[in-house]
């Protein structure tokens, strides 16, 4: 079946810009977290979405960052006024949560690059 | 803080040597573990994984890992690796009281032909 989507692949902003980063996760996965790859940081968990629940918000780094998930689906991810910084690759992954498996499917990732 | 750690940040062997990728964890209690791979310009895919029972665990590509608690760590291993083999490799736990994966630095594994 499809696997984790994302969108759009290469992003190349200015400084100071927001930007929207898309991520549609496997059909019926309840679960979708957002990470960001960067070099020297590795890899970060930034926030996480379960169902009606409220998110974990725990790994955004700033309040320039936010997410939010539509009908239990698909997820944005904003970043406002970006910094250079800000330059990764964002990674969404979805999970079913039947059973304890609680495994994680990671999508190509955006490649944000901020001039 | 929870935290994994790599310890090999590159490792560049030969086609048929043995591999083993280091991987320490820093959690109390119940422990998730993982081992993604990350090809050349593909997504992380599970490579493997440890919930619980046997501590030796089997994964795809030949693959395995031992989860030794009294070490806190979970190794990978491979008998004899192919060049395709190359790639970066990334351990991850997660607490069974938490959402979110940890992962480790990565391990950039280069295997010569």
């Known amino acids: 079946g499809a696997g984790v989507s994302q969108s759009p692949s290469n992003k190349v902003t200015e400084k100071g810009k927001d930007v929207e980063l898309r991520c549609d996760p496997i059909?019926?996965?309840?679960?979708l977290y957002w990470y960001r790859q960067s070099l020297g940081q590795g890899l970060e968990f930034l926030i996480y979405?379960?169902?009606?629940?409220?998110?974990?918000k725990s790994g955004l780094p700033s309040d320039r960052f936010s997410a939010e998930r539509t009908g239990g689906s698909v997820s944005t991810l904003t970043i406002q006024r970006t910094q250079q910084e800000d330059s990764a690759v964002y990674l969404c992954?979805?999970?079913?949560?039947?059973?304890?498996?609680?495994?994680?499917?990671f999508g190509p990732g955006t490649r944000l690059t901020v001039t | 803080a929870q935290s994994v750690s790599q310890h090999n940040h590159h490792v560049i062997l030969s086609e048929a040597a043995s591999l083993e990728l280091g991987c320490n964890y820093s959690?109390?209690?119940?422990?998730?573990l993982f081992w993604y791979v990350q090809y050349p310009g593909q997504h992380l895919q599970l490579l493997l994984k440890?919930?619980?029972?046997?501590?030796l665990v089997k994964g795809i590509k030949g693959f395995e890992a031992e989860f030794i608690k009294s070490k806190f760590s979970f190794n990978l291993r491979k008998p004899s690796v192919q060049w395709s083999d190359t790639a970066e490799y990334f351990c991850?736990?997660?607490?069974?009281?938490?959402?979110?994966?940890?992962f480790g630095g990565g391990t950039r594994l280069m295997v010569k032909p």
């Open positions: 992954a979805s999970s079913s949560r039947s059973g304890r498996t609680y495994e994680q499917y």
């Open positions: 059909s019926g996965h309840t679960a």
């Open positions: 979405f379960q169902g009606n629940s409220a998110p974990d």
């Open positions: 959690y109390g209690g119940t422990v998730n």
């Open positions: 440890y919930f619980s029972g046997d501590p």
């Open positions: 991850a736990a997660r607490n069974n009281a938490g959402n979110m994966l940890t």
